[in-house]
């Protein structure tokens, strides 16, 4: 029976509910180790399948695409981020690329609060004391962060997850400013002030928070220029994509106190982040886990599930196609 399904390679181990769908619908090769495979063992673990279902960080660039079957008809990836796949080079193959919109926005933005608060309030330093037992006791000096409340939040990629940090910050009175490709109707700016020029809402920003995609023009966007312009004491909250910004100059910035601190939960190289990271001890920092409820990562595969059904069983056009930039 299964012999007459079409075949699917789930590179990455997913949640049980995902892939019991995924061994239901296909005849599903599975990855129970949850190996990281290099372009070759990609290659190598596509071969007769139709579909793939991928995932962040996965190594999809234009040799491997190159390289995978003739069978091959759709990357579904488990990710709002396509940037490890290299669209062109699936296009110019016929191999359909879809990704997982809207289901993760608000998981997303909840952790981007968390940063921002984690940064803001000391939150690594205090838990250290705590989990090292150097806890002495509430003193009137100790371990003062920064207010939140009422302050002013600059938002770099106004889309779904930019839209729900800004509902999120409006709980905490701040005042949103924001810079976008292009400015929203009134009914979603709520008050927004929109900055078509990123650089000059900088100075305008107590926090910032990043919430862009990964794309040639916004790799190492927040360089020590653009941090220069920021107000003194600011603090930078990432949870985009980590090439986003230059770590050296994001790094130099808290040691020199420039910036009070950073709230991350992406890096550049992740997981190999840059370890000057390590040595900053107000730096709230998080293992790439925006997306993490179990409700969330069940809703982004059963979307790249529904995208890999669409077409491979159904023979439709995927509800979520990806296209070249
Ligand atoms: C996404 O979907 O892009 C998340 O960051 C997980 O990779």
Redesign the pocket.
């Known amino acids: 029976m299964s012999d007459h399904k079409p075949r699917v390679l789930a590179t990455r181990l997913f949640p049980p509910a995902v892939e019991a769908r995924l061994q239901a619908n296909f005849d599903a090769v599975l990855n129970p180790r949850d190996v990281v495979y290099d372009a070759d063992q990609l290659v190598q673990a596509a071969d007769g399948c139709t579909g793939l279902m991928c995932?962040?960080?996965d190594a999809l660039n234009a040799a491997a695409i190159a390289r995978f079957p003739d069978t091959l008809r759709i990357i579904a990836?488990?990710?709002?981020?396509?940037e490890h796949i290299d669209v062109a080079a699936a296009a110019k193959r016929g191999i359909v690329v879809t990704?997982?919109p809207d289901v993760?926005t608000d998981a997303?933005a909840d952790i981007t609060l968390l940063c921002l608060l984690g940064a803001a309030r000391r939150a690594q330093e205090g838990i250290d004391m705590l989990r090292g037992r150097r806890w002495e006791g509430w003193a009137p000096t100790q371990l003062m962060g920064t207010h939140v409340t009422g302050k002013r939040l600059g938002i770099v990629g106004m889309g779904r997850i930019g839209q729900a940090v800004a509902d999120r910050a409006r709980a905490f009175r701040m005042t949103i400013h924001y810079s976008n490709r292009r400015r929203l109707p009134p009914d979603q700016e709520n008050g927004a002030i929109f900055h078509a020029d990123p650089e000059a809402m900088l100075g305008h920003c107590d926090f910032l928070s990043l919430n862009c995609p990964l794309t040639a023009d916004t790799r190492h966007w927040l360089n020590a220029a653009r941090i220069a312009r920021l107000p003194d004491g600011a603090i930078v909250v990432n949870?985009?994509?980590g090439p986003v910004v230059d770590d050296a100059a994001l790094i130099a910035a808290v040691r020199s106190g420039k910036l009070a601190s950073v709230g991350l939960d992406?890096f550049d190289g992740e997981p190999r982040l840059n370890p000057g990271y390590h040595d900053l001890p107000t730096a709230f920092l998080l293992p790439?886990m925006?997306?993490a409820t179990l409700e969330t990562r069940n809703a982004?595969g059963f979307r790249a599930l529904d995208n890999l059904e669409a077409l491979l069983l159904r023979g439709e056009t995927p509800p979520h196609v990806v296209t070249v930039a």
């Not at 990836?77 to 396509?82: L, M, Q």
């Open positions: 995932a962040a960080g990836t488990f990710s709002v981020g396509y990704n997982t993760l997303t949870t985009a994509r992406v790439h925006g997306s982004m």
